[in-house]
């Protein structure tokens, strides 16, 4: 345990012998909601193996995507000063999180500067991320926002393709604020054009991506 949360916390050895006990581990499978926007926030939640998607949704359902957030970060800070999460939180993989009380939280705030300058630094970060999402959503048409989103998705595989994780339409449609009908349509214009190609839910880019 001591050594799954060291790169994460920013504390040293005898720091996190102190609040291990302080805290639990806790485990979910997947596609289990662990937050919903609105609650009353109590917990700081690191996430040690899976995960996670931050969402906003409407009384229908229908979602928009925030972030996904993986091994090596957490959530919850954001709602530490005692207001309602601002977001809901659902599992993407089988996970499993150190969750951290509030009071904890608050003392390694005041008593650790290292952590609380790591907490400052991802708060900005997430800041500027939403930022640049509605930039996105004001500014760019559903193809734009599309393009950007595989350009940003996409990295080098083993086998030197450029190629996204995998992705459904619908998660993609939440990401970018779009119909997945839509979606569908732009993706099938590219694949019919030799731009990409869909491999077991992974779009495979193939030559740049053309401008609109």
């Not at 949704?57 to 957490?74: A, C, R, W």
Request: overall charge neutral; glycine content about 6%; aromatic content about 6%.
């Amino acid at each position: 345990m001591q050594q799954n949360l060291t790169p994460f916390l920013n504390l040293d050895e005898s720091e996190l012998k102190e609040l291990i006990p302080q805290g639990m581990v806790r485990t979910y499978p997947k596609g289990s909601i662990i937050i919903h926007a609105g609650d009353l926030s109590d917990s700081l939640y690191v996430i040690l193996s899976g995960r996670v998607k931050v969402f906003i949704s409407d009384e229908n359902g229908k979602e928009f995507m925030l972030s996904t957030i993986s091994p090596g970060d957490y959530f919850g800070e954001v709602a530490l000063d005692g207001g309602p999460r601002t977001a809901s939180i659902m599992t993407q993989d089988a996970c499993r999180f150190f969750v951290i009380p509030k009071a904890e939280v608050k003392a390694l705030i005041e008593h650790h500067p290292d952590f609380a300058r790591d907490l400052i630094g991802r708060l900005i970060s997430k800041i500027r991320n939403l930022a640049d999402s509605v930039h996105n959503l004001a500014l760019l048409s559903v193809y734009c926002r599309l393009l950007k989103f595989i350009e940003e998705q996409a990295t080098r595989r083993e086998d030197g393709r450029l190629a996204t994780e995998r992705v459904t339409q619908q998660e993609i449609a939440a990401r970018i604020g779009a119909s997945r009908e839509m979606v569908s349509r732009i993706i099938t214009d590219l694949t019919n054009c030799g731009y990409i190609s869909v491999e077991n839910r992974r779009i495979i880019v193939h030559k740049a991506l053309p401008e609109h």
